[in-house]
């Protein structure tokens, strides 16, 4: 029996209990019993009484008699059940009441206990409804604590997310917005007019006196700036030694503030050097786009000039392009013509195996005994319509490459394939052809690309046929976590921008930290680029980095390597 009591005690702990009996000297001996379990014991002498206090507060187990005046347990039961059909309710009835008793069963009564009282049977009874009560009190309370951890969780992942998109908007050095913040005010805003701000000694101050000194002196410019700037001016940080101020003023009024902040800048001493700083500033309109193409270009003519300040003017353009793209024009179209665009292997390498786990394909273009990068081709392919004959022809050998090896590899895709809308079939003829299989196969996309109809329907369809898709340069529009949402993404690729110095700054390691926290989360798998020496690809591998890319571990090369480990070029 004192085994029984000390059970009972643990499983009805924290119950509470509602006890409806309408004889006075049955109601109180039982109480009496029930609180020596719980002190959470309600009674009620009717089931009108009975359900008027359950409706005020429900208790966790009802033990009801079912002949009552004013309102039987009977129908206390049924109102209950209709409120409540999960309601746990124990019924007392006496031997003669069988007909009731068969009722409160098939309505769905957890216990029953017949009169006179049996105190083994209804601390059997209790016990076994007690349990019931015991697991489902467990359970909410630990769907409870789920739930409250679910939203610690939420919010801090919201508060990373916002720290991340602040450092990815804002430049910790001058606190400014940079280009990513720039570029989303763009959309939002209309600006007329733009000034760009190259100082022009600044590599000189970095190398002669340290670079704690050339930082320190760009922060104080940038101060300067913005002390010269009226209020609708916006200044924003684009890179270590340049700036952009947009505004909706025309170019005479953008004008006239350029060249009070270039007398700024040039009265600015660097303290404890003593050392003065000189700029050179472009002032051009804006359109549809922002000018940076214009900036620069201006800034060069100036320079060469020599002048401070200078507007742009179309005639720079129109004579920059006539001598540069017309060349690579001409280049590009002999090249195809003549077949001579190559691809280059670069090894993706599994940080866990230290094996490479697959190549990027890079294109190259064979001139003569040269073999010219991208950089320089790339804008007059896209000019001249000619994007998807390359990477047509890059394809082809890519898969022609593989097709004796077990390796997977990694294929560029531009915008311009996608609106060519030959990728799905073109590939899987490729994947006939050479025995590859399409899961072998990464298509390698920028975030900056739309959620074209177009563009969102292929991505599917490509998936479908066993393809995989990766995210290219993530970080540089802003890291757009969107994307992951939106996209079928396979592989998340980290913009070199925050690897290449993430053992020694930390503000790209809390920026690459947070991305491979939301991938894992969604599932996708992580590759860093540009990983150039051993601190840094120590530091990715400790922070949970999925593969790695870079020169440490091999430079892109025109033939496969027979190795699959690597080596590296430290």
Excluded at 98 to 110: P, Q, R, S, W, Y
Excluded at 337 to 355: A, H, S
Excluded at 376 to 405: C, N
Excluded at 501 to 514: A, L, M, R
Aim: hydrophobic share 40%; proline share 3%; glycine share 4%.
């Amino acid at each position: 029996m004192q085994k029984e009591i000390t059970s009972l005690m643990d499983l009805l702990r924290g119950v509470s209990i509602l006890y409806v009996e309408d004889e006075i000297a049955m109601r109180q001996t039982l109480r009496t019993l029930l609180e020596k379990f719980t002190p959470l014991v309600e009674e009620a002498s009717n089931g009108k009484e009975a359900f008027q206090k359950w409706q005020v507060e429900p208790a966790d187990l009802i033990i009801t008699d079912l002949n009552m005046p004013i309102m039987g347990g009977l129908e206390l039961i049924h109102k209950i059940k209709e409120k409540d059909p999960f309601q746990k309710i124990i019924v007392l009835s006496a031997y003669g009441d069988m007909k009731n008793l068969l009722e409160a069963i098939n309505v769905g009564v957890d216990g029953y206990i017949l009169k006179p009282l049996d105190i083994h049977a209804f601390f059997s009874t209790l016990q076994r409804v007690g349990r019931y009560i015991r697991l489902e009190k467990e359970n909410k309370e630990y769907k409870e604590y789920l739930e409250k951890q679910l939203e610690l969780y939420k919010r801090e992942l919201e508060e990373k997310n916002r720290q991340l998109l602040y450092k990815l908007q804002y430049d910790s050095l001058t606190s400014l917005p940079n280009k990513n913040r720039l570029q989303l005010d763009f959309q939002s805003k209309k600006f007329n007019s733009m000034i760009y701000v190259d100082i022009d000694n600044m590599d000189f101050v970095n190398i002669n006196f340290g670079f704690h000194v050339g930082d320190r002196a760009i922060a104080q410019i940038a101060e300067k700036i913005g002390e010269s700037l009226p209020a609708d001016f916006f200044l924003y940080h684009i890179m270590n030694d340049e700036f952009a101020i947009l505004s909706q003023q025309d170019l005479h009024s953008s004008l006239a503030v350029a060249k009070k902040i270039a007398q700024a800048i040039e009265e600015f001493t660097i303290p404890d050097i003593g050392f003065n700083l000189t700029s050179t500033l472009a002032v051009i309109p804006v359109e549809e786009k922002i000018p940076f193409d214009k900036a620069h270009l201006t800034i060069k003519k100036a320079k060469e000039s020599d002048e401070r300040v200078l507007c742009f003017k179309e005639d720079f353009f129109q004579e920059f392009h006539k001598k540069d793209l017309a060349f690579w024009i001409q280049k590009v179209q002999d090249g195809l013509k003549e077949d001579r665009f190559i691809p280059y292997f670069q090894p993706i390498v599994d940080t866990k195996t230290k094996k490479i786990e697959r190549y990027e394909v890079l294109s190259r273009l064979k001139d003569d005994e040269t073999i010219v990068s991208p950089a320089l081709f790339l804008d007059a392919v896209r000019f001249s319509g000619l994007m998807p004959k390359m990477t047509r022809s890059i394809i082809q050998k890519s898969f022609e490459a593989f097709a004796s090896t077990s390796l997977s590899f990694s294929l560029n895709i531009s915008q311009e394939d996608l609106r060519s809308n030959y990728l799905r079939s073109y590939l899987l003829e490729q994947c006939e052809k050479y025995g590859i299989e399409p899961h072998r196969v990464v298509l390698e996309i920028l975030e900056s690309m739309g959620n074209e109809e177009y563009n969102m329907l292929q991505f599917k369809k490509l998936k479908e046929s066993g393809f995989l898709i990766a995210i290219d340069d993530f970080g540089t529009q802003g890291a757009n976590f969107l994307r992951l949402h939106q996209w079928p993404v396979d592989f998340l690729k980290i913009d070199g921008i925050f690897i290449k110095d993430i053992d020694k700054n930390q503000d790209s390691f809390y920026i690459v930290e947070t991305i491979i926290h939301y991938a894992k989360l969604k599932g996708i798998k992580t590759v860093a680029e540009y990983v150039h020496n051993d601190k840094v690809a120590q530091k990715l591998e400790e922070i949970g980095v999925d593969y790695v890319q870079g020169f440490y571990f091999g430079e892109p090369r025109r033939e496969l390597r027979k190795e699959n480990g690597y080596q590296s070029s430290s």
